[in-house]
């Protein structure tokens, strides 16, 4: 096979235990730190900041890319160990990024689809693709089918975790209007209550 042979050794290693479904803890947990390997993730998390004036930090990028890339990861070995089709999680996954897009800030939806397109860079297609070739082999598995799904889950995920903290991020910025109006709104009565007191 010609893909890296660390990656392919590694996977068809661990495919090969009894325990074949350490599989996916493993995938998650080399998918979370991965990315921080990824050149272009740095670039991306300095330039989110920057442009955002610093609304979006580095950290909840990093961290939203990490957990979206582990949980492609895990699904993607477990389609290695159960054969379940690709567009099973492809299909909901891109619809409920989309759906989400409406109830975001566009800045975060940007921010989204680009990471997308990095999460899926170098390292992935160096590493975790040959990881999930090697496992593929082990199991007897489609290596058209199954193995190479990686990439496509690996671009999806970070749609809906960057897409979330968005979520949460606007969520949180209501709640603290909310809370600013009330305490204005406080404030107002007991002038009003003083002023009509002869205060």
């Not at 979206?68 to 690709?86: D, E, N, Q, W, Y």
């Not at 070739?133 to 082990?138: H, I, T």
């Amino acid at each position: 096979v010609g893909f890296m042979p660390a990656g392919t050794y590694l996977g068809r290693q661990i495919a090969a235990l009894p325990n074949a479904w350490v599989l996916v803890p493993i995938g998650m947990l080399m998918g979370y730190y991965i990315v921080a390997a990824e050149p272009a993730v740095h670039v991306l998390k300095k330039q989110v900041e920057e442009i955002s004036s610093g609304r979006i930090t580095q950290t909840a990028i990093g961290i939203g890319l990490s957990i979206g890339v582990a949980a492609s990861v895990g699904i993607a070995m477990l389609r290695i160990l159960t054969g379940i089709p690709l567009m099973w999680f492809l299909i909901p996954g891109y619809a409920i990024s989309l759906l989400i897009s409406f109830f975001v800030p566009p800045l975060y939806t940007g921010v989204a689809f680009d990471s997308g397109g990095v999460a899926s860079g170098p390292m992935t297609t160096t590493f975790l693709l040959p990881f999930a070739v090697g496992a593929c082999e082990a199991v007897g598995g489609n290596l058209l089918t199954d193995a190479f799904g990686i990439v496509a889950m690996v671009a999806m995920t970070p749609l809906i975790t960057i897409q979330v903290i968005g979520l949460y991020a606007q969520m949180k910025h209501r709640a603290q209007r909310r809370r600013r109006a009330d305490q204005l709104s406080r404030i107002d009565d007991g002038i009003l209550y003083y002023d009509r007191n002869g205060g």
